[in-house]
């Protein structure tokens, strides 16, 4: 089972941000927050990810909450290029990846 | 670009026959996973590599699977007698601390 909640679906009008959400309550101390995002017929793109600080990167930043549960990846301009299906995943080394359903975005012109 | 390369892209065989896929890790990744995703789901685990030595299977990896990386570099995946149930993408990745990259997938159509 996944171990984390994504809302299904979530829009935004292009150039503005979007905020997707991710719940992660049974996270553990050594436990990674990962963010891929897939576009059909192509294998997952990481975003970003984060142990317990916030990060900022060229894609996208995550901030993660101070208890650690959960997570939100801020697309800070959105394009039509970003609609995808974006993964929450909990991970660290070695350890296989548990992917859930993910969150559609879908970017309005 | 230096990432995950997989081969062949798409694949489309008639049941019964065997197939083998191939996936090139980004050079000194020692971890190598294999995924598959059917359509509308996200991917699942089938199996992973640390250098040469396979350390963890799926039970989604039947007995008709099987994976090597012979000398910790590439790797391939191996079905035997494939089934309608086989169609799916196989995506493989590879890592050399937490995150994983991914390459494009091979898409298995099987008749």
């Excluded at chain 1, 089972?1 to 309550?25: F, I, R, Y």
């Excluded at chain 1, 039509?80 to 995943?89: E, F, G, Q, S, T």
């Excluded at chain 2, 995946?77 to 937490?98: K, W």
Aim: hydrophobic fraction near 30%; charge should be neutral; proline fraction near 5%.
């Amino acid at each position: 089972d996944a171990k984390t909640t994504q809302p299904n679906s979530m829009e935004s009008n292009e150039e503005e941000p979007v905020h997707l959400p991710c719940n992660h309550s049974t996270i553990s101390g050594t436990d990674y927050i990962h963010w891929y995002r897939q576009l059909p017929s192509q294998g997952p793109e990481y975003v970003i990810h984060g142990l317990t600080s916030n990060v900022n990167n060229r894609m996208a930043s995550l901030a993660i909450a101070e208890d650690r549960k959960s997570s939100t990846l801020i697309l800070h301009r959105a394009t039509l290029r970003d609609a995808a299906v974006y993964y929450c995943i909990l991970g660290r080394y070695g350890q296989n990846f548990v992917f859930g359903p993910g969150t559609r975005l879908s970017v309005l012109p | 670009d230096t990432g995950v390369s997989q081969n062949p892209r798409h694949k489309i065989t008639k049941r019964g026959q065997n197939v083998t896929f191939r996936c090139d890790p980004i050079s000194e990744h020692n971890r190598l996973y294999w995924y598959r995703q059917t359509l509308g789901q996200g991917p699942e685990f089938l199996t992973y590599f640390q250098n040469e030595a396979q350390l963890e299977k799926s039970r989604l990896l039947s007995d008709r699977f099987s994976a090597e990386r012979p000398k910790g570099s590439f790797s391939t995946l191996e079905i035997q007698r494939t089934e309608q149930g086989d169609s799916a993408m196989y995506l493989c990745a590879s890592s050399s601390r937490e995150t994983q990259y991914f390459g494009p997938g091979t898409r298995l159509l099987v008749l």
